[in-house]
């Protein structure tokens, strides 16, 4: 074997293999569900995890969980159900503390039945159109929702994946599960006690950036919308809008093309170009000098900035600086732009317009990306795009929504309620109870009721088929598949022990809660540069190793974990929801961190008390 050739221990190796898989996961070069599927492959080759057992995780009871767990989550959303609650949040008024009071308090709730990404994800356009409509800066209202979404998630076995995890490793190690409501004592205190110190001091310490309230200050259009000219000189005579692309190296979003006093959107352009016509884009003083070098394109008509008569004529025509809930398209052929943020799980993260083949493939021009509160500079087609990106998309009316979805964006504007079918309202709710008393009397394991439920509904039309698979996060799927023989690994090598030994070591002169608090910051820090459900995968063994270590009960322990590791407020990248916010809220990584820590700090002082009278050693 590997291990006895180089002669180093196993839980050496397992050592080497999770700091660098850690480091990998900080680095962020590489997709962590790619880290983690290295991370298992490396422990194999080094005889850490036996090759017959390298891909059991996949059909681990955690993993089928989580999987339903999304698809049904996607069915309440389908359903109507949520898109009830958030037309109720719209009528909340103007007064800031009662926007946060029902935008928290709503995710909070909503993220104990539903996956809390997808409660956020629901909410976030709702908070969006919030802050526009009140002259509030979203930045107020954003990261509170993110971390709401993560308390909400404490409160039920579905909530979050590490209670999902944690539920399961006990099961193992006890043959019994935790149920579907043993988090709720604990989750419930600690979510109120957090959401009434989010929304009477939290949001104070969130950055208040002026001008945020409507991104069309981000995608400030007015100033690049140009008008060029085909003369009969110029080389784009002749080229279709394809052509015309290949000839300057550099996708320019052509909005429109004017003929004869006809206008056509430019993604439904297809012939050539013509002396005379005049050609409608977005471009910055390098495209301009690009165009005209290149294709002889020069402009003859651009909004002036002293006139306001024409700049408000020239607003009102292509949307630049209008509400973007009251923009109307450019041409009368139902060309749109839309703001959309692109998801974690998106297919645009890490790759270019160009590689995706954006307008061919998916009938769509980026005309701005915006990333860290204010707008990229730089060539189009050189950006790749990242997590929290804010993209303004030009688009088919029609159309537009299907390829979003399919892409991995979240609108975030123009996002209509649909109320959906009362039958299929009816049955989403019914089928979520029954599965929720099957826990609850322990009829069925929680994969087989989950599994059920998800299946049910898709058979019986609250979710079509499609949306199903779609619903299904594979990144986060890989991941925690890969990690759980990880994870074992830890435990089986003695890595678990010798951490536990060096706490044990630290706490011998403490009581028990010094250890469980070490153990919660641990836990804490871990999941804030990892993925939440790695940092309860990989703690796990720990906790348990420590609490036999003390030969006191395992539950207080495995649950300080299940709080911990869902306590992802330091950064943008330790969950997904923070990072979802990153780009519409136009925060900085450093921002996190200023309402992140009195949060984690008041958490863990009410979380671990609350664990041992719920919990007693």
């Not at 080497?16 to 070069?29: C, N, P």
């Not at 060539?379 to 929504?401: H, K, M, P, W, Y």
């Not at 996002?415 to 989403?428: C, D, M, N, T, V």
């Not at 709710?429 to 509904?457: E, K, N, R, T, W």
Request: proline content about 5%; overall charge negative; hydrophobic content about 50%.
């Amino acid at each position: 074997m590997i291990m006895e050739s180089i002669g180093l221990t196993p839980s050496t190796l397992v050592f080497i293999v999770l700091g660098l898989t850690l480091a990998a996961f900080m680095w962020g070069r590489f997709r962590y569900d790619l880290v983690a599927l290295a991370a298992l492959l490396g422990s194999v080759m080094l005889g850490l995890v036996p090759a017959d057992d390298a891909f059991m995780g996949f059909g681990h009871p955690a993993v089928i969980t989580v999987a339903a767990v999304l698809v049904i989550s996607r069915g309440f959303e389908r359903s109507g159900v949520v898109d009830i609650i958030a037309n109720q949040v719209l009528k909340v008024g103007e007064r800031l503390l009662l926007q946060l009071l029902v935008l928290v308090g709503t995710v909070v709730v909503l993220s104990g039945v539903m996956n809390n990404v997808g409660a956020l994800a629901l909410l976030l356009p709702v908070a969006m159109r919030l802050a526009r409509e009140h002259n509030t800066s979203p930045s107020l209202l954003l990261m509170p929702l993110a971390f709401g979404s993560l308390l909400g998630g404490l409160t039920t076995l579905i909530g979050t994946p590490p209670n999902i995890i944690i539920s399961t490793y006990r099961g193992n190690v006890t043959g019994e599960n935790f149920g579907m409501f043993s988090f709720t004592p604990v989750g419930v205190v600690v979510a109120l006690v957090g959401l009434v110190f989010i929304v009477l001091v939290g949001w104070r310490l969130t950055p208040k950036r002026s001008g945020q309230a409507s991104t069309e200050e981000m995608f400030d259009t007015a100033n690049y919308l140009v008008e060029l000219k085909v003369t009969e000189e110029s080389k784009a005579n002749g080229l279709t809008l394809h052509q015309l692309h290949d000839e300057l190296e550099e996708t320019i979003p052509v909005l429109a093309v004017v003929r004869e006093d006809n206008r056509r959107a430019g993604y439904s352009f297809h012939g050539v170009l013509q002396e005379g016509d005049i050609l409608l884009l977005e471009a910055g003083p390098d495209e301009l000098k690009l165009l005209e070098d290149k294709v002889g394109l020069s402009a003859i008509a651009e909004p002036e900035e002293d006139n306001e008569t024409d700049r408000d004529e020239a607003d009102s025509e292509n949307g630049a600086s209008q509400p973007l809930d009251e923009r109307q398209p450019v041409d009368t052929e139902g060309l749109q732009l839309i703001e959309a943020v692109v998801r974690s799980d998106s297919m645009m993260v890490n790759r270019s317009v160009r590689q995706l083949r954006l307008n061919q493939q998916f009938g769509l021009h980026l005309v701005a990306v915006a990333r860290d509160g204010g707008r990229l500079k730089q060539r189009l087609r050189d950006i790749r795009f990242q997590t929290g990106d804010v993209l303004l998309l030009q688009g088919s009316e029609n159309e537009i929504a299907d390829s979003l979805a399919t892409l991995g964006c979240l609108p975030l504007a123009n996002r209509e309620l649909h109320l959906g079918q009362p039958r299929k309202l009816a049955l989403s709710i019914g089928i979520f109870a029954l599965a929720i008393l099957a826990m609850l009397f322990d009829l069925l394991p929680a994969a087989v009721v989950m599994s059920s439920a998800a299946l049910i509904s898709l058979l019986i039309g609250v979710l079509p088929l499609r949306e199903g698979y779609q619903a299904i996060d594979g990144p986060v799927i890989v991941l925690l598949a890969a990690m759980l023989p990880v994870g074992e690994a830890l435990e089986t090598s003695g890595g678990a022990d010798i951490i536990a030994d060096a706490l044990l070591r630290f706490g011998v002169e403490w009581p028990i809660i010094v250890s469980l608090a070490g153990l919660f910051i641990l836990s804490m820090l871990l999941s804030n540069v990892v993925n939440n459900a790695a940092a309860a995968l990989l703690m796990a063994p720990i906790a348990a190793s420590l609490a036999k270590g003390f030969g006191v009960s395992l539950d207080p322990f495995l649950m300080v974990v299940a709080v911990s590791a869902s306590c992802a407020f330091l950064t943008p990248i330790g969950h997904q929801s923070n990072t979802l916010v990153l780009g519409p809220g136009g925060y900085q990584f450093g921002d996190y961190w200023k309402l992140g820590l009195p949060l984690s700090l008041v958490v863990m002082v009410v979380a671990i008390p609350a664990i041992l009278w719920v919990w007693p050693l």
